[in-house]
């Protein structure tokens, strides 16, 4: 369905600093953003706004049954846009580990997808967070279960760390 994927394999770092530590923020023209970051009480944030200025966040934890830190994986954050709904979900190499349903169709404008700022707010101050990223994709739809399992198996046939 319409809307947005990022693909990335990344290795997230915990830092102490209580503050915004932007991982990376995309743009459209029309002014929707999506955001991830991990927020100044660590916790993982991915975060829509849409064109009129309203943030619709997705947070889950670090670690254990979050997200892992200091250990490469493979991310994906996706909102989906249906006619009167929206899913907003993250999957760590391949298992869904939160999920947010909006009973509306979001609206994020023209989904034409434009990155916006690496480790940084596209404006804002120097607020990145600290992390390696190996692969990173953003799309203007959102994947199928074949397309995660695909790009997951590359990545454990390409990297030594395995992927749990």
């Known amino acids: 369905v319409p809307g947005f994927t990022s693909y990335a394999v990344i290795r997230l770092y915990d830092t102490p600093e209580s503050r ?3 991982v990376y923020e995309f743009v459209s023209s029309d002014g929707a ?3 991830f ?3 100044a009480s660590s916790i993982f944030t991915f975060s ?4 009129s200025g309203e943030h619709y966040p997705l947070e889950v934890k670090l670690g254990g049954d979050g997200i892992p830190i200091d250990k490469f994986v493979a991310l994906f954050c996706e909102i989906g846009i249906a006619k009167n709904s929206t899913s907003i979900r993250i999957l760590v190499n391949e298992r869904e580990i939160a999920h947010r349903d909006l009973s509306f169709a979001l609206k994020l404008g023209k989904m034409d997808w434009k990155p916006g700022a690496l480790g ?6 120097n607020q990145g967070g600290v992390f390696l990223l190996a692969e990173l994709g953003i799309y203007g739809l959102t994947m199928t279960s074949s397309e995660v399992h695909a790009l997951v198996e590359n990545v454990r046939g390409f990297y030594k760390e395995p992927f749990d």
């Open 37 to 39: 970051y991990l927020s």
């Open 33 to 35: 953003k999506v955001a």
């Open 48 to 51: 829509a706004t849409d064109v």
């Open 120 to 125: 940084a707010p596209v404006i804002g101050s």
């Open 20 to 22: 915004r530590r932007y």
